[in-house]
């Protein structure tokens, strides 16, 4: 490996994946970091690699799930891998490892300054750069050798998600399924330049729109829109509790304000004083991961 990449600490040199890395080809590795924006032919970049590296990321973590949690149904390990392989994982995994620094080392030499420091700081690059190194080792060493490294370089998401994460589509999705609703998403916009790009997602219910997200990536944005859709539809449910308390409460009356609040449906709260908030908020639609551990 180039002379670059002795300076990184001992703490990233203690990885297995990099270790396994030391031992790579140097056109193999050159290639692992080489965006397609560097190169005149797209298959002398990382892509394939990635594409390759994407599999066998997937394939690892699968089979260390369902070793891991043997007692856990199908759903439960998928909504698991689903967070351990996604992009934002594997971007902090990359950032952890150092890998956009090492591809600054190995592949930003002769090309301008601030596009490698761009493809640096990109989370799609970072996760892109995670995938290839992956399916680098693959091919160069086996399944076998590179599972472990992978299972060590991952393995503080796979607790964080087993102990912490919410995976809130799902969980709007199971919620609503047994009111017999469902929910749907769309891009409302897509915001900055490539290298930089998000996404604007909206949720809605039956064609209510009760959520908003943004993210780096659709899906991120989309767990977002989720979260904020099951706030929204789990505060509509407080207060349509609380009305049904209160109506049971009172008894109706002939005139006054409080035949004229359940006239209007003007909530109030257990004391039984108007429920300005909810009064004003109830017409009104609430504006990727628990974050994780790792760079966010």
Do not use: W
Request: aromatic letters at 6%; proline letters at 2%; one cysteine or more.
């Amino acid at each position: 490996m180039r002379k670059a990449s002795s300076r990184r600490s001992s703490e990233q040199m203690d990885d297995r994946m990099l270790r396994l890395a030391e031992r790579l080809d140097e056109d193999v590795l050159h290639q692992v970091f080489t965006h397609s924006s560097l190169v005149v032919e797209r298959s002398r970049s990382y892509e394939r690699l990635e594409f390759l590296g994407d599999s066998v990321l997937s394939l690892c973590v699968t089979t260390e799930l369902y070793r891991r949690f043997p007692g856990y149904a199908e759903g439960h390990l998928a909504r698991l891998r689903a967070y351990v392989v996604s992009r934002a994982t594997c971007a902090k995994v990359a950032a952890r490892l150092g890998l956009g620094t090492m591809l600054r080392e190995l592949a930003g030499r002769g090309h301008d300054d601030g596009e490698i420091a761009q493809l640096m700081a990109n989370q799609n690059v970072l996760a892109d750069l995670t995938e290839a190194l992956i399916g680098a080792l693959y091919v160069t060493f086996g399944f076998e050798a590179v599972r472990p490294a992978v299972i060590e370089a991952f393995s503080e998401h796979i607790e964080f998600a087993q102990s912490s994460y919410v995976d809130h589509k799902t969980e709007l999705q199971e919620s609503l399924a047994r009111s017999g609703k469902t929910v749907s998403y769309r891009v409302v916009d897509v915001i900055g330049p490539p290298h930089d790009r998000k996404f604007e997602i909206e949720a809605a219910v039956d064609g209510e729109v009760v959520g908003h997200g943004v993210g780096r990536s659709k899906k991120r944005a989309e767990q977002e829109a989720a979260e904020e859709a099951l706030r929204e539809l789990q505060a509509r449910a407080r207060r349509k509790a609380r009305r049904a308390r209160l109506r049971t409460r009172r008894k109706p009356a002939a005139g006054g304000d409080e035949s004229r609040d359940a006239a209007v449906d003007v909530p109030r709260d257990d004391d039984g004083s108007r429920d300005r908030d909810g009064a004003d908020t109830a017409v009104v639609a609430a504006g990727g991961d628990g974050v994780g551990p790792g760079v966010g």
